[in-house]
């Protein structure tokens, strides 16, 4: 089945780049999302790449796809400490019912 | 905006009671799903529903049941709750369509004792 792997911990100093990695196994993936949980809260949409472009900026994100190796990234430029949250990648397959697969998520960490 | 509300934030119950989880989306969705997540295992989907009166299982439907009576409202059963059910669940609700992101609500923190 599909598998979608995230490191679970990320720390960085306020000001530095963040750069958070995924994995993903299903080829057949059409979109695949970022999303942000902040403590206490549900999971908001960051952004999202459509399978067939390889990068997406919007503001401090960029999203980078190398569908080849199956691998998308989110950097976030001039983390800020509000930027501490977990950030989860999820991958839409083209078939069947549609299910989004989730990772793990990974603990971003800022230090002022 | 979209609007998905859950019925409680935090919610404590005792082993073998029976327990109920409501969500309520504002958006006229078709589509609605149950999560659970728990530290380092992520999100593990419990339940979703194409529409109204329709329910498939997801990857850990044991010891849960849902209903969706109404479009805009999903409700998840645990019919005798466990320790090992003590989770943050999460409701979420999607417009039909594969290429439309899904929509969380702010999650219950349920604890069994």
């Known amino acids: 089945g599909e598998d979608v792997e995230q490191s679970l911990f990320l720390s960085v100093r306020e000001g530095d780049s963040s750069v958070i990695n995924c994995t993903y196994t299903?080829?057949?993936?059409?979109?695949l999302y970022w999303y942000k949980q902040e403590p206490g809260a549900g999971l908001q949409l960051l952004t999202y790449?459509?399978?067939?472009?390889d990068m997406k900026q919007d503001q401090r994100l960029t999203v980078l796809l190398n569908k080849k190796d199956k691998h998308l990234s989110l950097r976030i430029a001039d983390t800020q400490t509000g930027d501490s949250a977990i950030y989860f990648c999820?991958?839409?397959?083209?078939?069947?019912?549609?299910?989004?697969?989730f990772g793990r998520g990974t603990s971003l960490i800022v230090h002022p | 905006d979209v609007k998905v509300t859950q019925s409680s934030r935090y919610l404590v119950k005792r082993t073998g009671e029976k327990v109920f989880l409501e969500c309520v989306q504002d958006?006229?969705?078709?589509?609605m799903f149950w999560y659970r997540q728990d530290p380092g295992l992520g999100l593990r989907l419990i339940y979703f529903?194409?529409?109204?009166?329709?329910?498939e299982k997801g990857d850990i439907p044991e010891g849960y049941s849902v209903s969706r009576e109404k479009k805009e409202r999903f409700s998840l059963i645990l019919e005798s709750a466990s320790t090992n059910q003590t989770s943050m669940y999460l409701c979420?609700?999607?417009?039909?369509?594969?290429?439309?992101?899904?929509?969380f609500g702010p999650g219950t923190r349920l604890t069994v004792l």
């Open positions: 979420a609700s999607r417009r039909e369509g594969y290429t439309d992101t899904q929509y």
């Open positions: 299903d080829s057949s993936s059409t979109y």
């Open positions: 790449i459509f399978s067939n472009m």
């Open positions: 999820a991958e839409s397959p083209s078939g069947g019912s549609y299910i989004p697969t």
């Open positions: 958006m006229d969705h078709e589509n």
């Open positions: 529903s194409y529409d109204v009166k329709m329910k």
